[in-house]
């Protein structure tokens, strides 16, 4: 079982940046692939990066690519989600997953837990 926990969201004129982290329980913590969602208002829920158990390989979608950038510190059992010239349409209620499925993937159906979620605003 993991239990995750966001934090860092909040509002943030457009051109700025915000950092999203999220913290895990649980020991195997490594064993996991780690995902950042969004869904904005009225909207489908949405890929926007992974990260694999040690870090060292990730996966962006296109809208995000270039802006944003996933990390983890494995002995804080923590993964980040950094997130540079934000633009309005950013603006949604941010998820982080762990998925045990093998590889990086973009499929929601493939991560096994979910955070609450944190929200982001990006003003114009």
């Known amino acids: 079982q993991v239990q995750l926990v966001e934090s860092g969201g909040g509002l943030v004129q457009a051109g700025g940046s915000l950092r999203l982290s999220c913290a895990a329980s649980?020991?195997?913590?490594?064993?996991?692939?780690m995902g950042w969602f969004r869904q904005a208002p009225g909207k489908e829920r949405e890929f926007v990066a992974a990260?694999?158990?040690?870090?060292?390989?990730?996966y962006y979608a296109d809208s995000v690519k270039g802006r944003f950038t996933i990390s983890r510190v494995n002995p804080k059992n923590t993964v980040y989600l950094q997130m540079n010239s934000l633009k309005p349409e950013d603006t949604a209620v941010y998820y982080c997953?762990?998925?045990?499925?093998?590889?990086?993937?973009?499929?929601?159906?493939?991560?096994?837990?979910w955070g609450q979620g944190t929200q982001v605003t990006v003003s114009s």
């Open positions: 997953a762990a998925s045990s499925a093998f590889g990086l993937t973009p499929d929601q159906a493939r991560y096994n837990y």
């Open positions: 990260v694999t158990g040690a870090g060292f390989g990730t």
């Open positions: 649980g020991r195997t913590f490594n064993n996991y692939r």
